[in-house]
C-alpha cells in the first residue's frame, strides 16, 4: 500500500499540481463561510446555503485582505467548519492538511514544526523554532526545552499556515515559515450559539471526550457585543508506563475559554478587547519504547509538559481616509512544567531526572498602517516591541529510594541541584512592504524589517549544587557536599539585522497568478542557561560556551496560481531553492549530557510543493497536495563537525516526499437534510532523527541516530446535516497503522519514539458550524 500510494502522489504531483486545501472544505457541505474583519460588520450567510464552488477564500497574510489566490505567497487556510468535519483540535491536523509541513510531536504541548526542510533535528531543543506561531498578533512559538500549548482551535475566523521565510512581517522567529491563528470576532447584529461534541474510543479502552461552546450576544447594535467560548477536553491515554504501573497514563485534560468584546461606536474606529485561558495537563509524555512491546513506555515518574496560558489583548482600529491604523497591546502569562525521566544517560544505572518550572511574562505592541485608498501604489507600515522575562527553575533529581539504597545523605529531599535562573529577551524592529502596481496585470512588492534582539541570562543566588554524581557513579556513601550557587549575570546577547523581501507577481489571464519572490530570514542569538560551567564529571570535557550567534536564510521561491471552470479546478504550485548558513545548533556535552547552542556550516533545500482541488460534478470533491524536498549540509568545518556531530551531505531531518488526498462526497437526501462522505489519506516519507555522530566525538556515530517510518494515516468519515446541526460518525487511523513518527534524539530518554495514536472511532455532533 506504500508503495502505491506513493507513486500515486508522485504521478499526481507530475501530472496535475495543486490547490489551497482550504477551497475543498465546504462545496460538498454546506453551509459557506467567509471571512469577517474585526470590526464585526460582516455577517456570515445563511447557514445551510449551498456553496458555490466559485467562492473564494480572503486571507490577510500580507496584513491585508486579499484573495488566496491573489497573494503572492504558499499559504494554505483553514477555516471553522473544515476543521470541525475533520477534527481538527490542534497542531496535528494542520501539519496533516499543508503541503511542505512535518510536525514533529513528542508529545502534548511538545510540537515543533518543519517547514520545507529547515531543521537539523525534530527537538531544537535551546534554539528559536523555525516557524513562528502566533495567535492574533501574539508570537507564542518558542525556543526548545520549552512546553508551548497546542491551542484549542475551536471557534476561530481562519489558520492560515504561510511557507517560505516571513521575517518582513511575522519577525525573526518566521525563519521557513509562520502559522497564524486568528480568532473570531463577535458578529455586532446578531444573537448566534455553536457547539460541538466529539466522543471517541482509542484502541480499546480509551476514552476521548471533546466539548466546545460558543455564545456570541450583541449588546448594543452593531455598536457592542460579547462572544463567549469554552471548551473541556479529557482524553485517556493510550500507552502504559510500566515504571510508574500506571495503564493508559498519557491521559491529557484540557480545558479555558476567552471571551471577547468588541465595541464600534463610530464607523471609523473598533476596539477589541480578549481575554483567554488554556490549562493544558498531559499526565504523561506519549513517547514509547517499542522494545518493551506496543503502546509502552518507561520512566521513574511521569515525564510532564503541562503548559498554562492567559493572554489579554487590545486591538484598537482606526480607519483614514487612506488608510487603517491598527494598534495591538498584548500580556501573556505562561506557566509550564517540563518533568523528565533523564536516567538512560547512564544506561539507567543511577536515578536521574529534571523537574524544571518555568514562568514567562511577555508584553508585545505592535502598530501599523495599512493603505485602503485606490491606485497604484499600497503600503504596510509597522513597529514591534516584545519584552519576555522567563524564570526557569532547575531542579535535578535523583530518587528517594535511590537515595536510601545507596546510602547517600546530606539532601533536603531528592534533588541533588536546584537553580534558579532568569533571562530577559527583547526585540525592537520596524517593517514595512510597498507594493506597485504597473498595471492590473503586473506589480512589484517590496519588504524590509530591520530589527534589534537582545537576551541575557541570570543565575540568582539560593540553589546549590553537589557531588552527587560522583557518590552515585563510584557507589560512594555518606552525607554530599552541598555548593550554594552564588548570583551571576551572563553576557548579553545581541542581534541586529535587516529582513528583505522582494517579489513580482504577473496575471497573463485574470484566472492565474504567477510570482518570484526573493526572501531573507533569521534567528535571534541564542544564550545558554549554563555558560562557563565546567563538567564535574571530566573537567577536561568542553566548556559551555556563552551561545549561539544568528543563522541567516536566503531563500528563492517561484510559483503560478490558478482557477478554472467557474473555480472547478484549482491548482497552485511553487519550487524554491533555500541557502541556510551559520545554521543554529544544538549540541550536548558527552559527560553529563549537559546541551547548549552553537553555529555551524551551511545547508541548502531545494523542492517543490503543489496543491489542487477539483469539482468534477456538484458534491465532489477531489483534492491533492504533495511536496518533495531535498535539504542537505553542504559546508563544514572539521571542528563544527566535532562539536555538532553533523557531516556534508547529510540530509536534514525532513521527508524527500509526503502529500494527502481526499474525496468528499455530498448529496441532498431531501429538502434540508444532506450527507456527505469523505476519505482522507496522509503519506509521509522518512526522514533522519538528527545529526549522525556523537557531538564532541566525530568519529562515533550516535547510538540514538534513526529514520521515522514511512506512513500512511488513512481516516474516514460520513455526515448527516440538517439546517443547524451536524453529525458526524468518523474514524482516524483506519489501519491501526503505528508507525514511528519522531524520534527523540538525545540519549537521556530511555522511551524516544512518537507513533501514531491508535485507530480511534468516534461520533461528532455540531450545531451552527
Not at 540553589?463 to 560512594?476: E, H, K, M
Not at 519550487?575 to 545554521?583: E, F, H, L, Q
Not at 549540509?633 to 572539521?638: F, N, Q, R, S
Request: charged letters at 20%.
Amino acid at each position: 500500500m506504500r508503495v502505491s500510494y506513493s507513486a500515486s502522489v508522485c504521478a499526481g504531483a507530475l501530472a496535475v499540481m495543486s490547490v489551497s486545501s482550504a477551497f475543498a472544505q465546504d462545496v460538498a457541505t454546506p453551509p459557506a463561510e467567509r471571512t469577517s474583519d474585526q470590526s464585526g460588520q460582516e455577517p456570515h450567510r445563511d447557514r445551510g446555503a449551498t456553496e458555490s464552488p466559485t467562492d473564494e477564500i480572503v486571507v490577510t497574510a500580507t496584513r491585508r485582505e486579499e484573495r488566496i489566490q491573489d497573494v503572492p505567497i504558499s499559504v494554505t487556510a483553514f477555516q471553522q467548519g473544515e476543521m470541525t468535519r475533520e477534527g481538527i483540535v490542534g497542531f496535528e491536523g494542520i501539519a496533516r492538511e499543508t503541503p511542505g509541513v512535518v510536525l514533529n510531536r513528542p508529545t502534548q504541548n511538545f510540537n515543533n514544526f518543519t517547514v520545507r526542510g529547515i531543521a537539523t533535528n525534530g527537538y531544537g531543543a535551546n534554539l528559536q523554532s523555525t516557524v513562528a506561531v502566533y495567535i492574533d498578533e501574539l508570537p507564542v512559538s518558542t525556543i526548545g526545552n520549552t512546553t508551548v500549548v497546542d491551542p484549542n482551535l475551536f471557534d476561530v475566523e481562519r489558520v492560515e499556515f504561510l511557507r517560505g521565510p516571513q521575517g518582513t512581517l511575522f519577525g525573526s522567529g518566521s525563519l521557513s515559515g509562520a502559522m497564524r491563528i486568528l480568532t473570531k470576532s463577535p458578529n455586532l447584529r446578531n444573537f448566534d450559539t455553536a457547539a460541538v461534541v466529539d466522543l471517541g474510543l482509542t484502541g480499546k479502552d480509551s476514552f476521548r471526550q471533546r466539548y466546545n461552546a460558543m455564545v456570541n450576544v450583541p449588546i448594543v447594535e452593531d455598536k457592542l457585543a460579547l462572544r463567549a467560548v469554552g471548551f473541556y477536553r479529557d482524553e485517556e491515554g493510550y500507552l502504559d508506563n510500566v515504571g510508574t504501573g500506571v495503564k493508559n497514563s498519557n491521559t491529557l485534560i484540557d480545558y479555558g475559554g476567552r471571551v471577547i468584546l468588541l465595541g464600534r461606536p463610530t464607523d471609523r474606529l473598533s476596539v477589541r478587547l480578549l481575554a483567554s485561558y488554556e490549562n493544558s495537563d498531559p499526565k504523561d509524555s506519549s513517547l514509547t519504547s517499542p522494545s518493551l512491546g506496543r503502546e509502552k513506555r518507561v520512566s521513574d515518574q511521569p515525564d510532564r509538559f503541562t503548559g498554562v496560558q492567559t493572554i489579554l489583548n487590545a486591538t484598537i482600529d482606526y480607519d483614514f481616509d487612506f488608510a487603517r491604523l491598527t494598534s495591538s497591546s498584548t500580556y501573556s502569562d505562561f506557566d509550564q512544567k517540563f518533568y523528565a525521566d533523564l536516567a538512560n544517560t547512564f544506561g539507567g544505572a543511577i536515578a536521574f531526572g529534571l523537574d524544571a518550572n518555568a514562568y514567562d511574562k511577555v508584553f508585545v505592541q505592535e502598530t501599523r498602517l495599512a493603505s485602503t485608498f485606490e491606485g497604484p501604489l499600497q503600503f504596510v507600515v509597522g513597529g514591534f516591541y516584545l519584552d519576555r522575562r522567563r524564570d526557569v527553575d532547575f531542579f535535578y533529581r535523583s530518587s528517594l529510594p535511590f537515595l536510601q539504597a545507596r546510602g547517600i545523605t546530606g539532601l533536603p529531599d531528592q534533588y541533588y541541584q536546584k537553580q534558579y535562573t532568569h533571562q530577559f529577551n527583547r526585540e525592537l524592529a520596524g517593517f514595512g512592504e510597498v507594493t506597485y502596481r504597473f498595471s492590473p496585470q503586473f506589480w512589484l512588492t517590496g519588504g524590509l524589517r530591520y530589527g534589534r534582539i537582545t537576551a541575557q541570562g541570570f543565575t540568582e543566588a539560593g540553589g546549590y549544587n553537589s557531588d552527587y554524581f560522583v557518590a552515585a557513579l563510584t557507589g560512594r556513601r555518606g552525607p554530599l557536599t552541598l555548593t550554594p550557587y552564588q548570583a551571576a549575570e551572563g553576557r548579553e546577547a545581541r542581534g541586529s539585522k535587516p529582513s528583505y523581501k522582494l517579489s513580482a507577481s504577473f496575471k497573463p489571464v485574470d484566472h492565474i497568478t504567477t510570482y518570484a519572490t526573493f526572501a531573507t530570514g533569521y534567528r535571534g542569538p541564542v544564550i545558554n542557561a549554563f555558560a562557563g560551567r565546567v563538567s564535574t564529571i571530566n573537567p577536561a570535557d568542553v566548556v559551555i560556551p556563552d551561545g549561539a550567534s544568528s543563522d541567516d536564510l536566503k531563500s528563492y521561491e517561484v510559483g503560478a496560481k490558478g482557477r478554472w471552470l467557474d473555480g472547478r479546478v484549482t491548482i497552485n504550485a511553487a519550487a524554491y531553492v533555500i541557502d541556510w548558513s551559520n545554521i543554529q545548533v544544538q549540541a550536548n556535552r558527552i559527560s553529563d549530557a549537559v546541551q547548549f547552542a552553537t553555529n555551524v556550516g551551511a545547508a541548502r533545500s531545494k523542492g517543490f510543493e503543489v496543491e489542487m482541488a477539483v469539482v468534477p460534478t456538484t458534491g465532489l470533491v477531489l483534492g491533492l497536495n504533495a511536496a518533495y524536498n531535498d535539504a542537505k549540509i553542504t559546508e563544514l568545518t572539521a571542528a563544527e563537525a566535532a562539536i555538532s556531530g553533523a557531516v556534508i551531505g547529510h540530509r536534514l531531518s525532513a521527508p524527500r516526499l509526503q502529500g494527502s488526498s481526499s474525496i468528499t462526497y455530498g448529496f441532498d437526501l431531501k429538502p434540508d437534510w444532506n450527507a456527505n462522505f469523505a476519505v482522507n489519506a496522509q503519506y509521509v516519507g522518512s526522514f533522519n532523527s538528527s545529526f549522525p555522530n556523537v557531538p564532541g566525538n566525530p568519529r562515533a556515530r550516535l547510538p540514538t541516530f534513526g529514520e521515522t517510518d514511512e506512513y500512511v494515516n488513512l481516516n474516514a468519515s460520513v455526515g448527516l446535516r440538517h439546517g443547524d446541526w451536524f453529525g458526524q460518525l468518523y474514524v482516524e487511523n483506519l489501519t491501526d497503522d503505528h508507525s514511528v513518527t519522531y524520534i527523540h534524539p538525545e540519549a537521556f530518554f530511555a522511551s524516544r519514539f512518537g507513533t501514531l495514536r491508535p485507530r480511534t472511532i468516534g461520533i461528532r455532533l455540531a450545531k451552527g458550524i
